[in-house]
Each structure stands twice: as C-alpha cells, then as structure tokens.
C-alpha cells in the first residue's frame, strides 16, 4: 500500500480456504458462545483462508510488519476485508488490531476470516464460491496476489 510496509522479509503461503456460514465458522473455531450483536455486521458467510506467514529477517529491528487492511480477498469488482470482530475471537490477545509483526526468525500459522457482511451483495454460497480469489499481498511497488481457490 505504501513504502512504510516494506515487508521483504516476509513470506506468506495460503495452506488452505474453506467458505463456510457464520454459524459453522464460529462452532469450528469459537470456544464460548459468541454472537456478533449488530445483525447487519454478522456475516451470513465467511471465507476462512489458513496462511502461515514467515519473518526471515535475521535483525532485531522488526519494527515493520503485516497491515491487515492490505490483506484483503479479491475477486474481479469484489474485494472482502478480514472480519475485525472474527479475528478478535479468533487471537483476542491482538484485541482487534489491525497489523502486527512476527519476531525475526520467526513463523505462525493463522486464519483469516473474511466476511460477507451486509454491505456486500453476497447473498448465495454460490455468489461467492463460483469466483477466483486472491488474497492481496502488496501493492507497492510490485502488486503480488496468491490464487485461494484453484
């Protein structure tokens, strides 16, 4: 998105995608009971996309790391951001936040749960399950995108 997010050292690999409802994301992953109050903000579907992602910087200087308003789901006119309140059930230790940074030499597993929420107009499992997505990694100075769903 910008220079400030040089993020060379990062490696992301997409391990799997699995489009699934609200209910069957939140049974699979949740630990308590857990309702996203505002009916328009609850997704009816989310794309839960599995990546690890590596740091392979070897300095302590790791001040730069992944911003997750970049990492968005794309499709051709379709774009879908991570669910804010998903990713907080998911690593509540991060409360919401909207970047974070791996130590140097370091790696994690992780999912990524884009939702379908109200303002979009993804009303089917088809509307969504019949596109290629990509997930956005960069888009300065090289736009690089991963395939989600070959």
Request: glycine share 4%; net charge negative.
């Amino acid at each position: 998105f910008s220079s400030a997010e040089c993020i060379d050292w990062y490696e992301i690999s997409v391990l799997s995608a699995k489009l699934m409802t609200y209910q069957e994301f939140v049974k699979e992953h949740g630990e308590r009971e857990y309702y996203i109050e505002d009916e328009w903000m609850r997704p009816k579907y989310v794309y839960d996309v599995e990546v690890e992602i590596w740091n392979r910087n070897f300095e302590e200087d790791n001040s730069r790391g992944i911003n997750m308003v970049v990492l968005t789901l794309n499709s051709i006119n379709d774009v879908m951001q991570v669910n804010d309140d998903l990713f907080t059930l998911l690593y509540p230790h991060l409360d919401a936040a909207w970047g974070f940074a791996l130590r140097p030499e370091s790696s994690m597993v992780m999912h990524l749960p884009y939702g379908t929420s109200g303002y979009q107009k993804y009303d089917t499992y088809e509307g969504i399950d019949g596109k290629e997505w990509y997930l956005l990694l960069s888009m300065y100075p090289v736009k690089k995108m991963i395939l989600v769903n070959p």
